[in-house]
DNA sequence: CACAATCCGTTTGTACACCAACAATTCCGC
DNA sequence: GCGGAATTGTTGGTGTACAAACGGATTGTG
């Protein structure tokens, strides 16, 4: 028995290493102002509305260390502010605020746009193909 | 018109970060004693042999100050060596250590044990297909 | 009611990942 | 051969990500 071969280039780890490094420089230049990860989280608090901070979190999926960046740092930019829950004193309610709506809804279309420039590589078809293998792996 | 509709959990991007999440968790459960990114490393010098650092930082995209801390705890666990290249002052050149092949050998397996169950929510006609459409992306 | 289990947010530590700047070296064009 | 351009490795800074541990608050169960 020969020893299985091993091609790096063909794991499906490292691939989805470099379809992200693409996709976090197609956001960059997209959007610059926020990472993506920030736009995801000020994005599902416009879409849901006020949320706890760990709750955002797993509205997200980000543990509770790491939303606590993203949410400190969109404070930080005045799109988020933070009000302690009157009904739960460990909980900070967290919303977006008008500037962030008003960011957020300014950016949908560049969003919309790094997602097709990310998949600019393949047809129509084969955007959809992916994109639904691609949620079963999740 | 009404403002496009933006769902988060239909952006490549997002999904791209979650399927990554799942196969992280993977990864770390099969080989707890290395990263991805330092088993890539690895399986990559053990491929082509000895290389200058940047030049390893290349071959697995990684760029300069990534790749330097990778090399660096490669070295404190003994899988790789540095040697100054006779030939060039600024560069050193990378091995992998004997310990640092047998590992990888032993790992292979483990290695394709991961991607295997990454991808087994998809049927072997759809792993092909995903394989496929994400080495376009990249 | 009491107390164990859980949940909330925080901190610390490790590990990518990229940008920008830097000194030392090598390369290249003229 | 010489001087500008490029390359090598390094550092510092910012931003995810996750694990582990913590104190304080709340919930659930007996």
Known sequence: MTQ????????VGYLMRRANQRHLAI???HIPAL????????????????LSQNALGRAVAMDAATIKGVADRLRAK????????PDDRRRMILS??????????????EGLAVSDETLSP?????????LDLLARLG
């Not at 990472?35 to 006020?50: D, H, M, V």
Request: hydrophobic share 45%; net charge negative.
């Open 4 to 11: 299985p071969a091993y091609s790096l280039d063909a794991q």
């Open 27 to 29: 956001f960059a230049a």
């Open 35 to 50: 990472t993506p990860t920030q736009f995801a989280a000020l994005a599902r608090l416009c879409e849901i509305g006020p």
């Open 78 to 85: 005045g799109l988020v502010t933070a009000a302690p829950d």
């Open 96 to 109: 977006a605020t008008a500037t962030g709506q008003t960011l957020f809804e300014r950016l949908v279309d």
């Open 122 to 130: 393949l047809s129509q078809d084969e955007q959809r193909q992916f």
